[in-house]
């Protein structure tokens, strides 16, 4: 498959994460929405390391830094949702605009 096949479906994954990231007020969705833009640059990274690189193996250890930042990421976040939702029972993050206990 040409590179240019790749890009296409990493940038329109990365476009429907940023809107949905942007656009959604509840704060599971937009965490999931950075997961798919994480997913995206993954699918570039092995692409570009697949179609450029002499050594192809650089893209997929990237990829998997990549997905251990992202699940660092999911496992904090969530956790600091789950705190907001017990105190304030909510998770629409315009409900929630202090950090103050």
Known sequence: MPLSAFVTVSAVLFGMGLYGALRRTNAITILMCIE???????????????????DP????????????LAAAEVSVGLAIMLAIARRRRAVDVNEVNTLKG
């Open 36 to 54: 798919l833009m994480l997913n995206a640059v993954n699918i570039n990274m092995i692409a570009f390391s697949r179609h450029l690189s002499p």
């Open 57 to 68: 193996v650089r893209g997929q250890a990237f990829a998997v830094f990549i997905m251990t």
